[in-house]
């Protein structure tokens, strides 16, 4: 079975800074997709951002940028020009082909004023 | 990305009585749902695969009998609770697969917050 690994259970960082939220994953496949989804407090789970794994250019979404290393099997997000909207839980999130989404155990984001 | 909605957002409902909760999309045909099902402070677990005309695909350790899925039309995907207990009170969420296009990413309810009492 997969697994992921979110390492910070919390984090906290300046409005305005930048932040690195740490994943890294367990796989013996080479082709999947990877994901960040934040829950904000209304708990309603938005897509942030996806990599493809056969991909070797990172994904960018605005403010929001991955560090994907297929060797080291990590996926970090960072978020670039922190926001107080940004504030939310970030689950990373692992897929194969005909398998179940699986994902992390969550970092909680808090943006400080 | 798509849009899913969630009938109820939040139900209290006494031991012993059933519970359904909708998953609809909105703007697209999901031959697949999924329905997690997430407790306080953490990650979301899956529970059953839900395939439209055909049987639900539970999880090990999920009751069948007890949360019932239903997937009846490519736009609805129903779950059940069934003889609700305190111990069944937690927060559901559904998603869906669009049947075409970025099968691989999953687009998610706003949840359903059920309290047993």
């Known amino acids: 079975a997969q697994t992921v690994t979110q390492s910070q259970p919390e984090m906290s960082v300046q409005e305005a800074e930048t932040v690195t939220l740490s994943c890294t994953y367990d796989?013996?496949?080479?082709?999947?997709?990877l994901f960040w989804y934040k829950q904000p407090p209304s708990r309603q789970m938005i897509l942030v951002i996806r990599?493809?794994?056969?991909?070797?250019q990172n994904a960018t979404e605005n403010r929001f940028s991955v560090n994907f290393q297929k060797a080291a099997k990590s996926f970090s997000l960072k978020i670039s020009d922190s926001q107080l909207g940004d504030t939310a839980m970030y689950f990373c999130?692992?897929?194969?082909?005909?398998?179940?989404?699986?994902f992390g155990t969550g970092t909680r984001l808090t943006i400080i004023p | 990305g798509a849009v899913v909605s969630q009938h109820p957002s939040w139900v209290i409902c006494k031991s012993g009585t059933s519970v359904k909760i909708e998953c609809r999309s909105l703007?697209?045909?999901?031959?697949?749902m999924f329905w997690y099902r997430q407790f306080p402070k953490q990650s979301l677990m899956l529970m059953a695969t839900?395939?439209?005309?055909?049987?639900?695909?539970?999880e090990q350790g999920v009751e069948k009998d007890k949360f019932l899925i239903n997937h009846a039309s490519l736009t609805l995907s129903t779950l059940t609770v069934t003889s609700a207990h305190p111990e069944d009170s937690s927060f559901y969420i559904c998603?869906?697969?669009?049947?075409?296009?970025?099968?691989?990413?999953?687009?998610f309810g706003p949840g359903t917050r059920l309290l047993v009492l």
């Open positions: 999130a692992f897929l194969e082909a005909d398998e179940k989404l699986t």
């Open positions: 796989t013996s496949e080479s082709n999947y997709y």
């Open positions: 990599q493809e794994a056969y991909k070797q």
């Open positions: 703007d697209f045909q999901a031959t697949t």
């Open positions: 839900s395939n439209e005309g055909s049987k639900a695909t539970y």
């Open positions: 998603s869906t697969m669009t049947s075409g296009g970025a099968w691989e990413t999953q687009y």
